[in-house]
C-alpha cells in the first residue's frame, strides 16, 4: 500500500479553504488515521496547524502522546468510565456525554492533580451518545457545578447524514442539526465561558461550510474518501498493490479458488497475485472486482483466498511473474478507485480502509513509483 503524504496535505488545504482560515480544523486520525498510519498521517498535518488531532479511544491518544505530539489530542468518543483517569493524566480533551462521565472526569481530577479538558457532546439526532439537546435544563447545572475542577474545552454535536445522496436531505439534516446547536449557544456560553464549537464532519465541510465560524472535524476526505454524490471529489492518497507471482495457461473448464466457482470458458491465462482478503483485500470481490496489470483493467476469477488473488489475463498475454498489480490506484490511463472497490464489495470507504491488514506494508512517498507488497 501506497501513501501520498502531498495529496493528503492538498486534501487538507481544500477543506481550509472551504470553511475559510477562521475555523480550526481537526483532522481525524482514529483507527490508526483510517488505516494508513496515525504516526506517518500526523507528521504529514502537524506542520499544517491544526487545531489538534480527533481520535476515538483514550488508548490512540496515549499512543499519540507517546509519540512525542505535544499538542491538543481530543478523543471524540465517550471512554469507558474507568479510562477517564489515564485519558486526564495524558493531557487528552476528553468527550462527556453523561453526568457519570462528568462525576469519573471529577475524580480522575482528584486523582491526578490535573485540570481535565472536557467537550459537551450534544446529542441532536445521532442518538448514540451525548446530551440530549432537549434537557439541556437537566443536564447543564450539571456541567456549570464542575466548572470549578475542570476546564470545558467545547461542546460539539455529530452529523449522521450529512452524506446522504438525495437531493437537499444532507443540507436538511444539517441544518436542523445546527440550529439544535446553535439553539444552545448563548446558554452554553453563559454557563461554560464560550465554548469553542464543532460540528462538521467531511461531507458537512462542503456543504454547510460557514456554520457559525465552528472547528471542522474532517476525516475520510483527506484519506482520499467520497463525500457523496455531486460533492468535490478529494485527491486519491492511497493505492493498494500487489505483484503477480505466478502466471499459467488454463484451458477450458480449468478451475480457480475455493469452491471452484470460476471455470475458464476456452484458452485463457490466468495471473495469480500476492494479495488476499488476509491484507484487507475485500473477499466480496471475488468474481467481481478488477485489478490493473500493465495498464489494462483485468477482472479478479474466482473466490479471493486469504493470500492470493487470481486475475483473467487473457487480454494481457504479456504479463509475468514480478509485474506490479494495482488494486486501487492507476496505471496508466486506467483506475480502479476507492470508491468503486467500496461499492463493489457493498460497503463504504471507511471500511475498506480500515480492514486493510498490519500485514500490508504502509509505504509513504509522493515517488510515482515506489516499493510495492
Ligand atoms: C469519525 C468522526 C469524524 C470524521 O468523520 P468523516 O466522515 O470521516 O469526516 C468527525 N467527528 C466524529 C465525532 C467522528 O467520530
Known amino acids: 500500500m501506497r501513501v501520498r503524504p502531498e495529496a493528503l496535505r492538498r486534501n487538507y488545504r481544500r477543506i481550509v479553504e472551504a470553511v475559510g482560515p477562521g475555523p480550526g480544523v481537526l483532522p481525524m486520525v482514529k483507527a490508526d488515521a483510517y488505516g494508513l498510519g ?26 499519540l502522546r507517546a509519540l512525542g505530539f505535544e499538542g491538543r489530542i ?51 439526532g445521532m442518538g448514540r451518545s451525548g446530551f440530549d439537546w432537549r434537557r439541556v435544563d437537566e443536564w447543564l447545572p450539571e456541567l456549570t457545578d464542575a466548572a470549578e475542577a475542570v476546564e470545558w474545552v467545547g461542546a460539539y454535536t455529530h452529523l449522521h447524514s450529512a452524506d446522504a445522496d438525495e437531493t437537499g436531505t444532507a443540507e436538511a439534516t ?16 453563559d454557563a461554560l465561558g464560550s465554548p469553542l464549537l464543532h460540528v462538521l464532519n467531511s461531507a458537512g465541510v462542503f456543504r454547510r461550510p460557514a456554520l457559525g465560524n465552528a472547528m471542522v472535524r474532517p476525516g475520510i476526505y483527506l484519506y482520499g474518501g467520497g463525500i457523496g454524490a455531486g460533492q468535490p471529489e478529494p485527491e486519491p492518497v492511497i493505492s493498494l498493490h500487489a505483484r503477480v507471482v505466478h502466471v499459467r495457461d488454463a484451458v477450458e473448464g480449468t478451475t480457480v479458488g475455493y469452491g471452484s466457482t470460476y471455470a475458464s470458458r476456452g484458452d485463457e491465462r490466468w495471473a495469480t497475485l500476492s494479495i488476499g482478503y ?19 483493467r483485468v477482472p479478479i476469477i474466482g473466490r479471493i483466498s486469504m493470500d492470493v488473488t487470481v486475475v483473467d ?16 490506484g492507476s496505471q496508466g ?25 498490519p500485514r500490508l506494508p504502509r509505504v509513504w512517498s509522493d515517488e510515482k513509483e515506489g516499493p510495492s507488497s
Open 38 to 63: 496515525m504516526a506517518d498521517a500526523v507528521e504529514c498535518l502537524a506542520p499544517l496547524g491544526p487545531w489538534g488531532f480527533g481520535v476515538a479511544t483514550v488508548s490512540e491518544g496515549v499512543a
Open 174 to 189: 444539517i441544518a436542523v442539526q445546527w440550529d439544535r446547536l446553535e439553539g444552545l449557544r448563548s446558554r452554553l456560553a
Open 313 to 328: 489475463i487473457t487480454g494481457v498475454p504479456e504479463v509475468e511473474e514480478g509485474d506490479e498489480a494495482t488494486l486501487i
Open 333 to 357: 490511463a486506467e483506475a480502479i478507485s476507492l470508491d468503486e472497490v467500496a461499492g463493489l464489495a457493498d460497503t463504504i470507504s471507511y471500511e475498506i480502509l480500515t480492514g486493510l491488514t
Open 278 to 296: 488476509g491484507d484487507g483485500l475485500p473477499r466480496a470481490l471475488g468474481n467481481r472486482g478488477h485489478a490493473l496489470v500493465r495498464g489494462v
Open 74 to 124: 481530543l478523543v471524540c468518543s465517550l471512554p469507558p468510565l474507568g479510562e477517564m483517569e489515564v485519558g486526564v493524566d495524558a493531557e487528552l480533551d476528553l468527550s462527556i456525554s453523561n453526568v457519570r462521565a462528568l462525576d469519573a472526569a471529577r475524580s480522575a481530577a482528584a486523582a491526578t492533580g490535573r485540570v481535565p479538558r472536557l467537550h459537551v457532546d450534544v446529542d441532536t
